[in-house]
């Protein structure tokens, strides 16, 4: 048996690697703990000194895939946009180049079917991805007196439900259908038409 994950001192790791291959491989339900104990070159029960159980270690591969998710959005929203309506649109990119770049992570996220309310840790990392999208809506709705400003949670959720749909239909693939357009240029057309309805925006901008 190889020692690599001991060797490195980094076996949770090399486990959160290994499911990261299976996943790619078979989906985020495809595999079992032991097949991941065996792709990261460990007996099943050196696994356990780690994880509970097999909803732990996918538990831990989401978390850290929030964690990348959050920098990416943080970067895109704070890198010197001209404006807050292209630092807004930047985040709506950032998820498209998440889930093309971190797949694993992605479906981990989204497709494991593990539950955030029952893992403060995946919650907490969520939520700082959640906080960026907030934050930047919040900056992009001061213009309007408050009285008449949408609730910026409000908004910035339905542009993260419509940036998950343009990446789950036309950025991933299988099941994806192929679109006339690009997948950043329907998500930066359906965000300018939303925001225009909510008069985030003015008609001609």
């Known amino acids: 048996m190889s020692k690599r994950g001991y060797h490195h ?3 949770r790791q090399a486990l959160v690697e290994a499911a990261l291959a299976l996943i790619a491989e078979k989906g985020p339900q495809g595999f079992t703990l032991s097949e991941a104990a065996k792709a990261a070159d460990v007996t099943p029960a050196a696994v356990y000194r780690h994880f509970a159980g097999r909803d732990e270690l996918m538990a831990e591969v989401a978390r850290q895939g929030y964690d990348i998710f959050a920098a990416l959005m943080d970067y895109a929203y704070d890198s010197g946009r001209p404006s807050a309506l292209a630092a807004f649109e930047a985040t709506g990119r950032a998820y498209l180049a998440f889930a093309r770049k971190y797949p694993g992570h992605y479906m981990a996220m989204f497709e494991s079917g593990i539950s955030l309310q029952a893992n403060p840790d995946l919650a ?24 008449k400003r949408p609730p910026a949670a409000m908004f910035s959720a339905h542009i993260w439900a419509l940036s998950h749909g343009v990446v789950e239909l036309f950025a991933r693939g299988e099941p994806g259908a192929k679109s006339p357009f690009a997948p ?3 998500l930066e057309a359906g965000i300018g038409i ?6 985030l925006l003015p008609q001609d901008a």
Not at 124 to 147: G, M, T, Y
Not at 194 to 199: E, K, N, S, V
Request: glycine fraction near 8%; hydrophobic fraction near 45%; avoid cysteine.
């Open 124 to 147: 907490a990392a969520a939520q700082k991805a959640r906080d960026v999208l907030e934050r930047a809506a919040a900056q992009l709705s001061q213009h309007i007196p408050p009285a």
């Open 184 to 186: 950043e240029d329907l």
């Open 9 to 11: 001192g980094n076996l």
């Open 194 to 199: 939303y925001l225009r309805g909510l008069g």
